[in-house]
Nanobody, 126 residues
Framework: QVQLVESGGGLVQTGGSLRLSCVAS????????MGWFRQAPGKEREFVAA????????YLADSVTGRVIISRENAKNTVYLHLFSLKPEDTAIYYC???????????????????WGPGTQVTVSS
C-alpha cells in the first residue's frame, strides 16, 4: 500500500513561487504516473498536472500552463510541483496522487488516481 506525503506549501505573495514535494513510500514508485490536484474552499478538486512514470510526458491543466513544472526523481520516490507567477486564485490545498493503473493515458479525472496524500496548503496573498 503506497503512502504519499506532500510538503512545501505556505503563504506567498502574488507573483511568488513555491516548490511542492511529494514523497511516496510502499509500492514501486517508478511504475506509475504521478499527478497533482488542488481544491479551493467551496470548489471541487481539480487537476493541475501529471507526469508519466518515466518523467518524459507531462500533462498540464490549461489554467496553469506556463506557470508550473512537474518533475520526479524516481530514485528518491519523489514528485515535485514547481509553481511560478502565483495568483490569488491558485490558493488551495494541493494533493499528490498516484495513477490507479500502470498505464496512464493523460486523464485529468481524479477517479483515475488513487493513494492520495493529506495535502499541503498554498495561500497566495494579493
Amino acid at each position: 500500500q503506497v503512502q504519499l506525503v506532500e510538503s512545501g506549501g505556505g503563504l506567498v505573495q502574488t507573483g511568488g513561487s513555491l516548490r511542492l514535494s511529494c514523497v511516496a513510500s510502499g509500492g514501486v514508485f517508478s511504475d506509475y504516473a504521478m499527478g497533482w490536484f488542488r481544491q479551493a474552499p467551496g470548489k471541487e478538486r481539480e487537476f493541475v498536472a501529471a507526469l508519466s512514470w518515466s518523467g518524459r510526458t507531462t500533462y498540464l491543466a490549461d489554467s496553469v500552463t506556463g506557470r508550473v513544472i512537474i518533475s520526479r526523481e524516481n530514485a528518491k520516490n519523489t514528485v515535485y510541483l514547481h509553481l511560478f507567477s502565483l495568483k490569488p486564485e491558485d490558493t488551495a490545498i494541493y494533493y499528490c496522487a498516484r495513477s490507479v493503473e500502470k498505464y496512464y493515458g493523460g486523464s485529468s479525472k481524479a477517479g483515475d488516481f488513487g493513494s492520495w496524500g493529506p495535502g499541503t496548503q498554498v495561500t497566495v496573498s494579493s
